[in-house]
């Protein structure tokens, strides 16, 4: 069964910029997450959605944005990029209820920002 | 109330030794705290869970210790080897009916041959 999946890899914006992440999650999960690794940091929750829908979200400014498609993928916005933005995003995704909430991470997309 | 304290910041373990990172919360509405394990470059994997219904769990050398009233719960790795080294990371959920993490701020073990 495959993993969950981010494109790019990498992903070098200058400041002022827009950038999009994208995660496939594991199939026949609902929930998808987005957290932020700030270089030596722990992992910062950004965003949560679930069917269609963001559930819940972060303390993170709005130009930081997303969406979840049909086929539970997703995408993570990031407008009017900022030096600090520079971080290792990661998607992770899960069953979506309370009882099977183990979450499983990608590999992550590793933003810079010049 | 929605922090999750972790310590130490880093240890270094001989071969064979039992490493242990602990972790602290507030917040009693959290209900499950799994332990993810990192390698530089690499996403975060779930290593084990527990859930505040039982006070141990063990899954091969890594065992989670919880004590509920104490607000604690810890990752004991038995007989650590050299490719455990890596971070690691305690977390919480079950806040507010969210189901997001809240992360430690993670444990950077590294394990002498």
């Known amino acids: 069964e495959a993993g969950v999946t981010q494109s790019p890899t990498h992903l070098i914006k200058t400041r002022g910029q827009q950038a999009t992440l994208r995660c496939s999650p594991i199939s026949g999960h609902t929930s998808v997450y987005w957290y932020q690794q700030a270089l030596g940091l722990g992992l910062q929750f950004l965003l949560w959605y679930d069917e269609g829908e963001e559930r819940n979200r972060g303390n993170f400014p709005p130009r930081f944005s997303g969406r979840q498609f049909p086929n539970y993928s997703s995408e993570l916005n990031v407008n009017a990029l900022e030096l600090e933005d520079s971080a290792l995003y990661l998607c992770?995704?899960?069953?979506?209820?309370?009882?099977?909430?183990?979450?499983?991470f990608g590999p992550g997309t590793r933003l810079t920002v010049l | 109330q929605q922090q999750v304290k972790q310590s130490p910041q880093s240890l270094i373990v001989q071969k064979g030794g039992i490493s242990i990172i602990n972790c602290a919360y507030e917040?009693?509405?959290?209900?499950?705290f799994p332990w993810y394990q990192q390698f530089p470059g690499k996403g975060p994997a779930l290593l084990i869970a527990?859930?505040?219904?039982?006070s141990e769990k063990k899954e091969g050398r890594f065992t989670i210790s919880f004590n509920k009233s104490a607000k604690q719960f810890s990752l004991h790795i038995m007989d650590s080897q050299p490719g455990d080294s890596a971070t690691y990371f305690c977390?919480?959920?079950?806040?507010?009916?969210?189901?997001?993490?809240?992360f430690g701020t993670g444990t950077r073990l590294k394990v002498l041959a």
């Open positions: 992770a995704s899960s069953l979506g209820d309370r009882a099977n909430n183990e979450q499983f």
């Open positions: 527990i859930r505040p219904d039982v």
């Open positions: 977390a919480a959920s079950g806040d507010s009916g969210t189901y997001k993490y809240i």
């Open positions: 917040n009693t509405a959290f209900d499950y």
